[in-house]
Each structure stands twice: as C-alpha cells, then as structure tokens.
C-alpha cells in the first residue's frame, strides 16, 4: 500500500479503530502525527554492568544466568510473586516480579537474560523488582541501546507505539520534505531530516541522538519563527501616517525624577514606532514598579504635540482612578489635557467628556471598560494602551482600537517574563522589555517560615496595623470559583476577625465579588477603614496602597513564582520597609529563590527553569501553539538562531509560495491551522 504523511494509523497492520482512537488521546492521526510524536525521555540501556558495580537507586543492564527453577507463587488474594536469583562473575542479584504469570516460562533455570531495572540495595545484595528483560541473543532490541520513551495513554504500550513509529518511518521516511531550506541547513550545521527522524526515534548512540535532536529543536522553532513572520506582516500591510518627530525634552525636564535607561528605551522603541508608517503593536514589558506608567505618559505627550489622542485603559475604576490623578498632575501642566471615564461616571460628566472626545478637546482619557461604551467616539484616536494587559482578552483591546482608525497599540505588562519565552508568546507583537528599577527602591524583606511561626507572623502583622498600617492576608484559591476552597477562605477571614485580629477591621476580597463590591473593598482598604484584607490573588491588579507594609501569604507553595512576585509587589508603595512571609509547612526550597532577591526576571527564569512555560502561557488565551521538542529554559540558543534564520528568509524576499518552499510552507500551515492561511 502506498503511504504518506495523511494516511491514518489504521492502516497500521495490528492497529484497528480501537488502539486509532488511543492514538488520538496523544494527538496522533495520520503518520505525520506518529513520526512526530517525540518521547518524553530516553533511557540508555547500551551499558552493561557487572553486578558487583551496580549501585543503588540507578538503572542498569545486567547480563547474568538465571540459577534457580522459576516458579510462580501466588502470596495471598490479588498478589502473585515470581521470585529468582540471577549470577553473573562477579555477583549475585535478586530479582521479583509481582503479578506477572508470564514471567515464570519466559525465564529459564540456566540460560543468561538481559536485565534492565532499577538496583536497589538490600545489606550487601542487591535486588531488582519487575525488570524488563530479554534473552541475550536478543541483545539489542529492548536493551542495549538507547530506548524511548513515548507519552502513554490507556490501551498503548512503549512497544505498540515504537512498532507503528517504524512503520510509519519505514512507509515515508524517505518522503521526509527538508523544511528548512538547505542553505540555512548547512550554515547553522543541522543534520537533513530523515536522519533527524530516524535517530530521535531510533538513535543509533547518545551523539546521533543530539543531533537529531538539535535539528528538530531548531525546525521547530523555525517553523513557528516563520509562521509569527507571515502574522505580522498581515498586520503590515495596513499603513498609517507617520507622526512628526517632538521635543521630548520639554517632558522629561518636567519629571521629578530622570527617566530609566530602560524607560528611556521603550519610549525611544515606540517613537520609533510612531514615527513610521505601520501601527506599532507593543509589549512593554517591565516589572512592578519599573515605571511603566511614565512610558505611557511619554508617548501621549508624545501624540498631544502631533494632535493625536491617546486613550489608556486599565482593568479597575480605583487604578482608573490612580494613573488620572498622576498623569493629571503631570501632564495638564504641558498642555495636555486629561480626563478620566469610569463606569461610575456621573452621567453629567460622561456626556461632556463625550463630547470632548469626540471634538477632540481631550487629549488623554484614563478609564476601564468604559471607554468601549458606545458613546465613546474619538476626534483623531491615535494611540491605544492597555495597562496589565492579562486582564483583557484580545477582543477588549481591539474594540477599542476600532474606534480609532488603525491606531497605534501598547500593551503594558507587569508580568517579567523571560525574554526567550516573550518572543514565543508574543511573537505577533513588538517588545521592550523594562529590565531596570528606578533607584532607591527598597527592597521587601521576603522570609519562609514554618506553621510554628504562624503566632509570630500574626503578632508582626498587629504590630503593623498599630502603627497606622496595612496588611494584605493571601489565600491561594486553585480555582477562582472553587466553592469548597472559598468557605475555608471565609471562615478564615472570620476566624483572623475574631481572633488575632480583632482590635481590626478584616476585609474579604475574592473573585466571587462582583466589580462593584471588589471596588468597594478595595477602597475601604486603601482608605484605611479596613486594615487587614484577606484575598485571594484578584489583587494582582496594580493598586496603590502606600500604607500596605506586610503581605502574609498561605500555601505559598501552590503558587508559581513570578505570581508570588507580583503578589508582594502590592506593598512596599510607599516610604516605609516592607515586608513579605510565605507561611508553609511543605518543601521550601524553590521559595527561597524570592527570599534571595527582588529581581522579577531572575525570578521568573527560575520559575520558567523549575514549573516550565504553562505558567506563563496560562495567562494568555491566544492560540499560538505549544511545543513538542523545544525546552525554553536550555534551547535558546536555537531559539536566536532559528529566528535570525527565519528573519533572513524575509529579508531576501523570498517567495513561501514557490514549489521551493513547498515543504516548509506545509508545517507552518499544518502549525497554524487555526489562524487560517497565513501565507495570503
Ligand atoms: P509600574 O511599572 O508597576 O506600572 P509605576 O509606573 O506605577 O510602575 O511606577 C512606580 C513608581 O515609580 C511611581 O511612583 C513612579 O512615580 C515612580 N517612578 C517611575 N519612574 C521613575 C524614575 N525614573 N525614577 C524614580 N521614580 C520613578
Ligand atoms: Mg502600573
């Protein structure tokens, strides 16, 4: 029968509709699905080792012969054991096989097998428990080489799936299409694809293995790195006019303060962007307290002297209400006029704001969702930021931007995320990233402690709020809407009201809360009527509470740590020291990473390093797709690689639709098949 990619594993002799549709669980369908179905670890069974040299906890191969009857015993209901002796010269091993009947004819007294287990030491011998194993004439197949291992569903076995990956490599492997084309091949030293397929599956020694590997690494991000090209340039395609270059002196001498090099940066990136003829579509990246907000209040000067407004959107009325103060007092004193549009508004107001929308007498407005509203029509919208933009889907930000006509959009995020993975995630949109602090910050004193530290913690806290300050009370919820979890949280909150903080006012703020109630907690706490607010982590959001000096989190241990870094940077706004403490009995290690420093891109390479990307990815829904291969925290260097490699193929111009690139045209389709065909 004639094979290719499409042909659907069915047709696999010994592979019927049922073991089809466990194949589908892992994603696989056709043969290109099955040869790219890449295993999760490998185990090297190539050495075999004298049992004398065995050492505990490790995996080995031993050959030795078998040197009692085998028999088969069954111990009690539902267990059965299978117990022998195996002797090589050097040693003796034991080895045990539970509940498995076939062993004991499979195995013989005086022949030599092939074992390959886990040692376990017992006193001086040592012991192997459900060993794979094989006669030694069939040294090779399942031990002594390097063996895959396949991700697993129900109804599969390592051998089913190695079985049908041979025969899909054997059906087309030679019908491999090279994707990527050979000049980038031979420059950047990667293996042709067929040996990468054979050898990831099949590796013939550790260093075949590499390569392959280390070419598929890389197409794969190649592919992607082509496919985010091709979304971007449909973006290009819409033109805008380009902006007047602007004294930005007169801005930056009306600071208090010198910018950052890194502010300085962004703002230089985004002007670039104005300056051009093609709406920016930005990142700007930085963590809490870098100073974000003064990138914003640049570039709308920066559009206020080319006529242009500019419209910031953030997720709450009370921040709404922070960055109009701010921004207010900074820039009416240039000219610039500001307004702020929330949805609790005074109709009287909203309607002459609209008007001064929409006869373009404002040049700032400062709001939440408000600004979708319909009645929000702008005179010349040029600019759209939206500020700790995980709170907003795609769809909220481009609402707003229609109402503009293509207007530039900067997208400001609190989350540091490792340069590496910001490329991948946001590969559609341009990125600064603010990697500096403005000076002087303090830093927040971060301390792991114990449950037997729990009155301690309590006692710190009390003696905050005596002293005129705030303290925030984390709960982890695993799910916003657990309702078994948010009792414990209630009944806490009720218990710290009663108990240790009762000379206090205790607060309760969830995502259960509807946003008027959220608001309202949130300003009865910024207010200082409520001095202690437990929460669960809805209070990410960037809301300055200068007073807030301590921050006692539960079950630190639930939480990634870049989440718990954005936590904490809810205190220490303000003048005072602040203070962190993660309450927890479990392992502390990881924590102790946001104890050693404040610097939330080390924390979240760490984080990346430890939990790997689903954090990260989890915080935005955008259909760009996941990773087979690729390791962010160890493949970056073909991460760059592959991009410049993509990046050179658009530079030359090339045509993806010429019969050349048929091959590579074909993964970026098959990787993006939900953005439709980006090649038009
Ligand atoms: P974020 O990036 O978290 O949005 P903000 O823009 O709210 O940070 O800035 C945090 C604080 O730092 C604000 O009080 C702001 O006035 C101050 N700030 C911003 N830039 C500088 C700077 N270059 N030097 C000193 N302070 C700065
Ligand atoms: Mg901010």
Known sequence: MAVDFDTSVRFIPGIGPARAERFEKLGVNNFFDLINLFPRAYEDRTAIVPIADLSEGHSACVRAMVSNRVSHNRIRNGLELTKLRAVDET????????????????????????????????????????????????????????VPIYPMTEGLTQKIVSKCIRTA?????????????????????LAPAKFAYENIHFPKDAESLSVARHRLVFEELFILSIGLHELKASRATVSTIPA?????????????FSLTGAQQRAIHDSIGDFLSNRPASRLICGDVGSGKTMVAAACAYFWKQNGGQTA????????????????????????????????????????????????????????????????????????????????????QRSALAAKGNFPHTLVMSATPIPRTLALIMYGDLDISVIDELPPGRQKIDTYVVGEDKRERAYNF?????????????????????DSYDLKSVENFTVELQKGAFSGFQVGLMHGRLNPAEKEKVMR?????????????????????????????????????????????????RGKDKAFCILITNSKTERLQVLASTNDGFKISEEDLRLRGPGDFFGSRQHGLPSFKLADFASDIRSLTEAQEAAASLFNDGVDFNSDQYAGLRDRVMRLFSSAGNIFN
């Open 91 to 146: 040693g003796l091993l034991h080895i045990t096989f539970f509940n498995n009947r076939f062993v004991a004819d499979k195995l013989s007294e005086g022949k030599t097998y092939i074992f390959y287990g886990v040692v376990k030491a017992n006193g001086a011998q040592y012991e192997m428990t459900n060993p794979i194993f094989e006669a030694e004439e069939d040294f090779g197949s399942f031990t002594g080489r390097i």
């Open 169 to 189: 490599l054997d059906g087309c492997g030679d019908a491999v299409p090279d994707s990527i084309p050979e000049h980038i091949r031979v420059k950047y030293d």
């Open 244 to 256: 007047n270059p602007v004294d930005m002196e007169v801005f930056t001498s009306a600071l208090p």
């Open 312 to 395: 910031l959107m953030v997720p709450t009325e009370i921040l709404a209400e922070q960055h109009f103060a701010g921004l207010n007092c900074l820039l009416s004193p240039l000219g610039v006029n500001v307004a702020l549009l929330t949805g609790s508004t005074p109709a009287a107001i909203k309607r002459q704001v609209y008007a001064d929308l929409a006869d373009g007498a404002i040049d700032l407005v400062i709001g939440t969702h408000a600004l979708i509203s319909e009645g929000v029509n702008f005179s010349d919208l040029r600019l759209v930021i939206t500020d700790e933009q995980h709170r907003f889907g795609v769809s």
């Open 461 to 481: 806290a009390v003696k905050h709020m005596s002293d005129g300050h705030r303290v925030f009370v984390i709960c982890p919820l695993v799910e916003e809407n």
């Open 524 to 572: 009865a706490f910024a207010e200082g009527q409520i001095q202690a607010l437990v929460s669960t982590t809805v209070v990410e959001v960037g809301v300055d509470v200068p007073e807030a000096t301590l921050m006692i989190v539960e079950n630190p241990e639930r939480f990634g740590l870049s989440q718990l870094h954005q936590l904490r940077g809810r205190v220490g």
